[in-house]
């Protein structure tokens, strides 16, 4: 008798720790952790897993403990379907973080919208956010942004007449379709279209091509991989005096090493993520950027990357709107992450309005030009 | 000449010169085993990626590029030990498959071995480019460019030598001719097929350090290399020797005209619908001796 009373205390007090305890945040995402877009997802994945632990350490959100659910899509469409189905009927995410690739995103978007779910995309293309999708954001840059701050950067330098040289790859062809369209409205001239192959050794045949236009004025060169680092060799070799500019596709130490002395003086738009040191103290963003790449590298010891950035920001974005809604209710969140003003984040301030679910400007981009083999801020800021 | 053609020129033969490396060793498998050899590509990768390894491991420029050679040249010879000739039974089909198979393992090895980083090597002799031409107008060339065109010379010569002049090599010429009647004087097929793979990925290899300097090492730059090498071999006359040569450089100079002065975004589809209108119009290339089907 008195052991059943024991026990019937002591489960009656396990319980009540059980009910004491609140349900968890639940955090969906789906990304490309392996296949042809694992060196985006793999740095998603991890800066997710890193600061959900963090927050959970710091005490968590609403008083609650966080819960990521993550599956890796492969950058495969079908699968992140399939995977996002899960997430909202078994999981029961409350919010959804993800979409590594364009592609796995625009797969996501009808499922989230139907579910009513606040969705976060980290993929770079326009069509993600234009036109505007109630439960839709995302937190990278666009392309189009980043032709924007070339021509701007153009402009200023008296160059008005420009020639485009891009790859076959899916990022050069959208880079190179957004900066035709946006030229005329940003004052400058496209007077030469080149491209070249994936895997072409030699662009010196293209690139004589563009010398031989009269009154080319400046180059850039919308391309990502080893395309852009042969380019700019060639350019060289051909001495070709107009400034040659690269796109935020080759923002990283890589390029540098690759193209080697021939990329003293090129310019490129990149997040200020990529020169979080350099960034004076004065920069809005020089705390947050520095702190993220600290810790990010003293955990995984490799480099830090804009795209794990992006995932920073999409789960602080929508954490930040849990505590300004004070719940977890699907539609206040999604509300909240509308209203999201002066978020600063590794990607760049964020002011989200109905009208713009991205809520980045030109300030986003930091333009860089290499002198001595590193990046060398030239941002006069817009 | 304008300046522009002359660099389009330029650009074709550099180019061409590699095509030219890449189709010998298709020609030479071919002759051997008549069988058209799909990792021939991955041989130029591997050549690339290991000289741009050793140099970043700290070894000097000549020996990492006598290493890789060595290198391709052994993996080579362990592709026919260990996967050509245990099925040399087998139809020629079948053996081409195998290439193909030993093609994507080589390149997931390299991924996984080598990682998929990119790799510079440095040039063989400075980057600052030679102006040809004269004035300020003119076209320039890097120093590269000349280890290029000048080795696939003497690749070249080293390869006619080895084959009218010497016993191996004239053994190896026979068997191409007639495998029986080789066989029947005392030839081995089994050393000619062995000798044959060795050699064509030495220089697959070699093609892969000399162009790397120019357009850097990736663990995926096969496909694309032994793609361009298998259509100048076809556009010469697979199995000629002068005809993989002059395909090569062809092709090479095909692609630069096409994309200095017609569209660049077609660079690719030029070189493949002159290799259609060879096929169909000049089946046996450039060189083809017509391969009469005896009954």
């Given at each position: 008798m008195a052991f059943r009373s024991l026990w019937a205390i002591a489960a009656l007090v396990f319980a009540c720790a059980a009910a004491a305890q609140p349900e968890p945040i639940r955090i969906g995402a789906f990304l490309?952790?392996?296949?042809?877009?694992a060196f985006l997802g793999d740095p998603e994945q991890k800066t997710l897993e890193l600061y959900v632990e963090k927050v959970n350490a710091a005490g968590g959100v609403l008083g609650r403990k966080l819960q990521l659910y993550a599956y890796d899509s492969a950058g495969d469409a079908e699968k992140a379907r399939a995977y996002v189905k899960r997430l909202i009927d078994?999981?029961?995410?409350?919010a959804l973080v993800g979409g590594s690739t364009t592609g796995e995103t625009m797969a996501a978007v009808p499922l989230a919208e139907a579910a009513g779910l606040p969705f976060i995309s980290l993929?770079?293309?326009?069509?993600i956010v234009e036109p505007v999708k109630k439960w839709v954001f995302k937190t990278p840059h666009t392309d189009r942004m980043a032709c924007e701050k070339i021509f701007t950067d153009m402009k200023r330098r008296g160059a008005t007449r420009v020639a485009l040289i891009s790859g076959a790859g899916g990022f050069d062809r959208s880079m190179r379709a957004e900066c035709l369209k946006v030229a005329g409205s940003a004052g400058v001239q496209i007077v030469a279209d080149e491209s070249y192959g994936a895997g072409?050794?030699?662009m010196t045949a293209q690139l004589a091509k563009i010398k031989a236009t009269?009154?080319?004025?400046a180059v850039l060169n919308a391309g990502f991989g080893q395309g852009p680092a042969i380019v700019t060799r060639n350019y060289r070799q051909l001495a070709i005096g107009a400034p040659l500019y690269q796109s935020?596709?080759?923002?990283?130490?890589q390029f540098v090493k690759l193209a080697g002395d021939s990329a003293e003086g090129v310019r490129l738009p990149a997040a200020a993520l990529l020169v979080a040191d350099t960034?004076?103290?004065?920069?809005?963003?020089k705390k947050v950027v520095a702190s993220y790449k600290r810790e990010y590298e003293a955990r995984f010891k490799q480099e830090v990357s804009t795209f794990g950035g992006h995932a920073y920001d999409g789960l602080m974005i929508v954490l930040d709107a849990m505590r300004r809604a004070g719940t977890t209710d699907k539609a206040r969140v999604r509300d909240a992450i509308e209203a999201?003003?002066?978020?600063?984040?590794t990607g760049g301030v964020v002011n989200m309005s109905a009208q713009d679910h991205?809520?980045?400007?030109?300030?986003a981009f930091r333009m860089l030009e290499v002198r001595g083999g590193d990046w060398q801020l030239v941002d006069f800021r817009n | 000449m304008s300046a522009q053609l002359l660099q389009s020129l330029l650009s074709g033969l550099t180019v061409g010169a590699i095509y030219a490396l890449v189709a010998l060793g298709f020609a030479i498998i071919y002759n051997a085993s008549?069988?058209?050899?799909?990792?021939q590509g991955e041989f130029v990768m591997i050549g690339g990626m290991a000289a741009a390894v050793f140099v970043d491991a700290g070894l000097p420029l000549p020996l990492s590029v006598v290493a890789a050679v060595g290198l391709g040249m052994a993996v080579g010879l362990l592709l026919e030990k260990l996967a050509v000739e245990p099925a040399r039974g087998a139809p020629v089909v079948t053996l081409i498959i195998i290439t193909i198979g030993a093609s994507i393992l080589l390149r997931g090895l390299a991924a996984l071995v080598w990682g998929k980083k990119i790799r510079p090597l440095p040039a063989f002799s400075g980057d600052a480019p030679i102006v040809i031409?004269?004035?300020?107008?003119g076209a320039t060339l890097l120093p590269q460019t000349l280890w290029v065109l000048g080795t696939t010379l003497a690749a070249v010569a080293a390869l006619w030598w080895f084959f009218n002049r010497t016993l191996s090599g004239k053994a190896m010429l026979a068997v191409s001719h007639n495998r029986l009647a080789a066989q029947l004087v005392g030839i081995s097929v089994r050393r000619v097929l062995l000798v044959s793979f060795g050699l064509s990925a030495a220089l697959g290899a070699l093609a892969g350090v000399l162009i790397a300097p120019i357009s850097f090492a990736a663990w995926d730059v096969g496909v694309m290399l032994g793609l361009k090498g298998f259509a100048a071999a076809m556009l010469g006359g697979i199995g000629s020797g002068p005809g993989a040569v002059a395909g090569g450089l062809a092709l090479g100079l095909i692609e630069a005209l096409g994309a200095g002065y017609?569209?660049?975004?077609y660079k690719d589809v030029f070189a493949f619908v002159v290799l259609l209108a060879a096929l169909v119009f000049?089946?046996?290339?450039?060189?083809?001796?017509?391969?009469a089907e005896r009954v």
């Amino acid at each position: 008798m008195a052991f059943r009373s024991l026990w019937a205390i002591a489960a009656l007090v396990f319980a009540c720790a059980a009910a004491a305890q609140p349900e968890p945040i639940r955090i969906g995402a789906f990304l490309s952790v392996t296949g042809p877009a694992a060196f985006l997802g793999d740095p998603e994945q991890k800066t997710l897993e890193l600061y959900v632990e963090k927050v959970n350490a710091a005490g968590g959100v609403l008083g609650r403990k966080l819960q990521l659910y993550a599956y890796d899509s492969a950058g495969d469409a079908e699968k992140a379907r399939a995977y996002v189905k899960r997430l909202i009927d078994q999981d029961k995410v409350d919010a959804l973080v993800g979409g590594s690739t364009t592609g796995e995103t625009m797969a996501a978007v009808p499922l989230a919208e139907a579910a009513g779910l606040p969705f976060i995309s980290l993929a770079g293309a326009v069509v993600i956010v234009e036109p505007v999708k109630k439960w839709v954001f995302k937190t990278p840059h666009t392309d189009r942004m980043a032709c924007e701050k070339i021509f701007t950067d153009m402009k200023r330098r008296g160059a008005t007449r420009v020639a485009l040289i891009s790859g076959a790859g899916g990022f050069d062809r959208s880079m190179r379709a957004e900066c035709l369209k946006v030229a005329g409205s940003a004052g400058v001239q496209i007077v030469a279209d080149e491209s070249y192959g994936a895997g072409d050794s030699d662009m010196t045949a293209q690139l004589a091509k563009i010398k031989a236009t009269p009154g080319v004025q400046a180059v850039l060169n919308a391309g990502f991989g080893q395309g852009p680092a042969i380019v700019t060799r060639n350019y060289r070799q051909l001495a070709i005096g107009a400034p040659l500019y690269q796109s935020h596709g080759v923002a990283s130490k890589q390029f540098v090493k690759l193209a080697g002395d021939s990329a003293e003086g090129v310019r490129l738009p990149a997040a200020a993520l990529l020169v979080a040191d350099t960034l004076p103290d004065a920069d809005a963003q020089k705390k947050v950027v520095a702190s993220y790449k600290r810790e990010y590298e003293a955990r995984f010891k490799q480099e830090v990357s804009t795209f794990g950035g992006h995932a920073y920001d999409g789960l602080m974005i929508v954490l930040d709107a849990m505590r300004r809604a004070g719940t977890t209710d699907k539609a206040r969140v999604r509300d909240a992450i509308e209203a999201t003003r002066g978020y600063v984040g590794t990607g760049g301030v964020v002011n989200m309005s109905a009208q713009d679910h991205m809520g980045l400007d030109l300030t986003a981009f930091r333009m860089l030009e290499v002198r001595g083999g590193d990046w060398q801020l030239v941002d006069f800021r817009n | 000449m304008s300046a522009q053609l002359l660099q389009s020129l330029l650009s074709g033969l550099t180019v061409g010169a590699i095509y030219a490396l890449v189709a010998l060793g298709f020609a030479i498998i071919y002759n051997a085993s008549r069988v058209i050899n799909f990792a021939q590509g991955e041989f130029v990768m591997i050549g690339g990626m290991a000289a741009a390894v050793f140099v970043d491991a700290g070894l000097p420029l000549p020996l990492s590029v006598v290493a890789a050679v060595g290198l391709g040249m052994a993996v080579g010879l362990l592709l026919e030990k260990l996967a050509v000739e245990p099925a040399r039974g087998a139809p020629v089909v079948t053996l081409i498959i195998i290439t193909i198979g030993a093609s994507i393992l080589l390149r997931g090895l390299a991924a996984l071995v080598w990682g998929k980083k990119i790799r510079p090597l440095p040039a063989f002799s400075g980057d600052a480019p030679i102006v040809i031409g004269g004035t300020a107008g003119g076209a320039t060339l890097l120093p590269q460019t000349l280890w290029v065109l000048g080795t696939t010379l003497a690749a070249v010569a080293a390869l006619w030598w080895f084959f009218n002049r010497t016993l191996s090599g004239k053994a190896m010429l026979a068997v191409s001719h007639n495998r029986l009647a080789a066989q029947l004087v005392g030839i081995s097929v089994r050393r000619v097929l062995l000798v044959s793979f060795g050699l064509s990925a030495a220089l697959g290899a070699l093609a892969g350090v000399l162009i790397a300097p120019i357009s850097f090492a990736a663990w995926d730059v096969g496909v694309m290399l032994g793609l361009k090498g298998f259509a100048a071999a076809m556009l010469g006359g697979i199995g000629s020797g002068p005809g993989a040569v002059a395909g090569g450089l062809a092709l090479g100079l095909i692609e630069a005209l096409g994309a200095g002065y017609l569209s660049s975004a077609y660079k690719d589809v030029f070189a493949f619908v002159v290799l259609l209108a060879a096929l169909v119009f000049l089946p046996n290339g450039f060189a083809g001796r017509g391969a009469a089907e005896r009954v």
